[in-house]
C-alpha cells in the first residue's frame, strides 16, 4: 500500500485563526516540554537505550562522548520522571501538566498527543542516524517565529469535496479548503500548517488502498550525477541548471532583505517588509520544489532503472561549506522524490556507495586515473584516449554500477 499527500490552501474565519493559534501555541509548548524532559534528566546511556528498543550493545563510550557534546545535562534531580519514553510524557501531560496548565485543555487533545509522537519521531530519527555514523543535529525547540503546525487523525476529519468544507474539530467548525485535486483514497494523518508569511495549508496523509505494481522488464537506463552548478548531469549527457531559474527571484528577495534591513526593526513598516521577505523566500521555496517534481516525473518516466549516488553514507564527512550544503539538502529531496515516483510506477531505484571512483574511472575502458582536483572538468583517457567530460562520464558510472548492482541482485 501506498502513502500518499495532498496539500490544499485553507481559509480560516478570524475565530477560526485565533483558536488555530491556540493550538499551535499549545501544541509547541507540549513538544517542548517534552524535548526538555527527554535531553534533560535522566542519564545518556538509558536515553539511548529506550530509543534503541533495550539493545545496549550498540551503545558505546563514544556515542556517550557524542551526546556530552550535544549538551546533555544530568537534570534528574530537578523533580523530572526517571523515564521518559513516550508512554511516559504522555501520562505525565495528563496527570501534571495539563493539570497544573488549565489552557492544555481547552484545545483539542489529539494534537497535543501527536506532538509528543512527533517528538518521539525525531528522536527514533536522531539516533538512528547516529547509529549510521552520521553527525545530525539534536532535536530542536520549535521556535514561535517559525513554521507553525498541528496534526490530527484521519478518521475524525471530515472533508466535503462538494462544499470544499473541511471539519477537524467540533470547537473549529467547517473551514474553506481550496481544492484542487481529487482524492483518492482514505485519510490516515491531517496537518495543519501556518507559513511565516501568515498562510495557512492542510496536508492530508491518503492512503490509496492499491498494492504496488510489479516490476517493469528494465529497457532505459540512467545514471544521475549531482554538482554544485549543475544541478544534474545525465548519463545521457544532458546538463541540468540548478541555479538560473531562481535567480530572478533570489535577486528580487536580496532587494527586499536590504529595504527590511533599512526600516526599524519592530515598527509597522518593517514587520510589513519583513512580511514580504517571507512571501519570497515561500516563492522560491515553492518554484524549487515545482521544479524538482517535474524532472523528477520526466526522469521517472522516460527511464526503467535510474541510478543516483547515495549522499548519505556512513561517515561521510561533515560538510561546512554552504553552497554545498544547500546543495546536499535540494539533492536529498530530489533523490527522495526519485525513490517514491520509482516505486510507484515499478521503475527500479538503485544508490550507488559515493565512494565509488565514479568521477576518476573511465567509462570507456574502465581505466583508473589519479586523484583529479574538482577544476579539472574535461580530461583524456591516458589509456584509451576518450575525451571525458568530467560530469557525464561519472554518470555513466553511476549508470554502470546500478546495471551490475541489479545483475548481482544487490539492491
Ligand atoms: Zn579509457
Redesign the pocket.
Known sequence: MVLKAYKFRLYPTGDQIRYMDQIFGSVRFVYNWGLDARSGNWDMIETMRYSWGGDLKTCDMEMVAQMRFWGLKDKSKEGYPKACGLKELSSELTHTVQKEKPWLTEVPNKPLRYALRNLDAAYKNFFRRVKNGETPGYPAFKSRKGNQSFQFQGENVRLDEVTGLVTLHKALGPMDVRLHRRIDGTIKTTTVSKTKSGKYYISFQVEDGRELPLPKPIRNTIGLDVGLNTFVTTSGGEKIDGISPFRESEKRLAVLQRRASRKQKGSQNWKKAMRKVALCHEKIANQRRDFQHKLSRRLVDENDLIAVEDLNVRGMVKNHHLAKSISDAAWSEFSRQLEYKATWAGKTFVKIDRWEPTSKQ?S??G?KNGDMPLSVREWD?P??G?HHDRDINAAVNIREAGINRLHTNAI
Request: proline fraction near 0%; include cysteine; glycine fraction near 0%.
Open positions: 573511465c570507456s575502458c581505466f583517457c589509456q584509451c576518450v
